[in-house]
């Protein structure tokens, strides 16, 4: 995807990260959330945030193989949030899921990242973003054991974190429009 497309439709970036960030505060302020609400809470947010991911996509870019990171980042979130949706009783088992979407959305997101230029904050955001989903994954891989409290915060922490990254990094192109359009 260009940086051109991506300070078009910054605002759909924007809602990605609102939507990361409304589903971390949710797990942190709700008291004593099971397991099982942890999943469906993630499985209503991979599938908004995979739809909109998807939609962003379709419509930010001239030429859909430009963004075809982001297409398949909308659609894996969309089927494993399925997944999680239909399978929240068996939430350790689910959580597999949760670590698979880490790796696939973090990888899809570098490439995005990799895409721009590395000039911009965007690249830099945006690259930190797919990291902090990798390592989302590596922290659920590595402590299949740990209790509840733990995986809440882990998954919590890692969509606060993706959620403002991903904000600044929206908010940071209507800054780059502004500066192009000021240099002609």
């Known amino acids: ?12 970036m924007g809602i990605r990260g609102g939507l ?6 949710s797990l942190l302020l709700w008291p004593g959330v099971t397991l099982s609400i942890v999943v469906l809470l ?23 193989l430009e963004a075809w990171p982001v297409a398949l980042e909308g659609v894996v979130s969309v089927a494993l949030g399925t997944v999680a949706l239909l399978a929240p009783m068996v939430p350790r088992t689910t959580l597999h899921l949760v670590a698979w979407w880490g790796i696939i959305t973090g990888l899809l997101e570098i ?4 895409g721009l230029s590395r ?6 955001l945006l690259g930190t973003g ?12 590595m402590v299949p054991h740990a209790d509840t409290d733990f995986v809440v915060r882990v ?5 606060l974190a993706f959620g403002v990254l991903v904000t600044l990094a929206a908010a940071r192109f209507p ?6 359009a000021a240099a002609r």
Do not use: C, P, Q
């Open 130 to 141: 797919g990291l902090s989903s990798l390592f989302l994954a590596a922290l659920i891989l």
């Open 155 to 159: 998954i919590a922490g890692y969509a």
């Open 111 to 114: 490439v995005t990242a990799l």
């Open 42 to 64: 993630f499985a209503l947010y991979a599938i908004a945030d995979g739809a909109w991911a998807v939609v962003a996509a379709v419509r930010a870019s001239e030429r859909f």
């Open 119 to 124: 000039a911009g904050a965007g690249f830099w």
């Open 20 to 25: 990361a960030i409304a589903f971390g505060l």
């Open 1 to 12: 995807m260009s940086i051109a497309t991506l300070v078009r439709n910054w605002w759909m």
């Open 175 to 180: 800054h780059r429009r502004t500066a192009a």
